[in-house]
C-alpha cells in the first residue's frame, strides 16, 4: 500500500531533550516536505526537500532540522524542543514536476507536547 | 505571503453550494485545493497552474484567476461528506523551488 508513515504518532518531551521525528514513504517520491499545525494558523511548511541531499527552508524553519540522506527518508530533528514547538507535525511528499505539479500524500501527523 | 481564506467557516445543509475563496498578494503559479478531516490527514482535492485553468471532479470544480491572484472552490449540491476543513496551498514558482504556503483554512460543516 501506497503510504507515508510518521513515528512516533504522539510525543510528549520536556524543554531541551533531543528528538527526531521520523518520515518514510513507499512511493519513490522525489519530494518531501515537512509541516506544523497550529490552531488558526493551518498548515506552515517547516523544510522541503526536492531530492537526496537537497533540502531547503520553508516559512518557519526556526528550531528544526532536516536530513535526506535516502530518497525514502526525511527525518525532522528538534535538537533543543521549546514549549512552542507543541504542535501538530505533517510529513508529505509528491513527485517533482514543478511545471506540472503533483499532489501531496500527507503522513497521520504526530502530536508533539513540550512542557 | 500566507493566501488568505474567506469565509473563515461556512454552515450548510446538504444539497446546497458552497464557495471558498483563495486570495493571495503575490502573483501565484500554482494553488493546491486540500480537505482535512477532524483528526486526520489532508488529502488531495486538485491543483490548478497558471493558465486560467478550471478543473473538477464529481461536483467540486475550482478556478484559478491568475491575473486578480486568486482561486475559489466550489462545493455543489454539498453532501454530508464534504463537511472538513479545507486548505488552499499557494505556489509561486515553476522552477525548482518548491515551497507552498498555505492559508489558514476553511471549516466547513453540512447539516442533514
Known amino acids: 500500500e501506497a503510504q507515508v508513515t510518521q513515528n512516533p504518532r504522539y510525543l510528549i518531551t520536556v524543554t531541551g531533550k533531543k528528538l527526531t521525528v521520523t518520515c518514510s514513504q513507499n512511493?519513490?517520491?522525489?519530494?518531501m516536505s515537512w509541516y506544523r499545525q497550529d490552531p488558526g494558523l493551518g498548515l506552515r511548511q517547516i523544510y522541503y526537500?526536492?531530492?537526496?541531499?537537497?533540502?531547503d527552508k520553508g516559512d518557519v524553519p526556526e528550531g528544526y532540522k532536516v536530513s535526506r540522506k535516502e530518497k525514502r527518508n526525511f527525518p525532522l530533528i528538534l535538537e533543543s524542543p521549546s514549549p512552542n514547538q507543541t504542535s501538530l507535525y505533517f510529513c508529505?511528499?509528491?513527485?517533482?514536476?514543478?511545471?506540472?505539479?503533483?499532489?501531496?500524500?500527507f503522513g497521520p501527523g504526530t502530536r508533539l507536547t513540550v512542557t | 505571503q500566507q493566501p488568505v481564506q474567506s469565509p473563515q467557516a461556512v454552515i450548510l445543509r446538504e444539497g446546497e453550494d458552497a464557495v471558498i475563496n483563495c486570495s493571495s498578494s503575490?502573483?501565484?503559479?500554482?494553488v493546491h485545493w486540500y480537505r482535512q478531516k477532524h483528526g486526520e490527514a489532508p488529502i488531495f482535492l486538485m491543483i490548478?497552474?497558471?493558465?486560467?485553468e478550471q478543473k473538477g471532479h464529481d461536483k467540486i470544480s475550482a478556478s484559478f484567476n491568475e491575473k486578480k491572484q486568486q482561486s475559489s472552490l466550489y462545493l455543489t449540491a454539498s453532501q454530508l461528506s464534504y463537511s472538513g476543513t479545507y486548505f488552499c496551498?499557494?505556489?509561486?514558482?515553476?522552477?525548482?523551488?518548491?515551497?507552498?504556503?498555505f492559508g489558514s483554512g476553511t471549516q466547513l460543516t453540512v447539516l442533514p
Open positions: 508529505a511528499s509528491s513527485l517533482n514536476n514543478p511545471r506540472r505539479g503533483h499532489e501531496q500524500y
Open positions: 512511493m519513490n517520491h522525489e519530494y
Open positions: 526537500s526536492m531530492n537526496v541531499e537537497v533540502t
Open positions: 503575490k502573483a501565484l503559479y500554482s
Open positions: 490548478l497552474l497558471k493558465g486560467g
Open positions: 496551498g499557494t505556489g509561486f514558482s515553476s522552477g525548482s523551488a518548491r515551497q507552498l504556503t
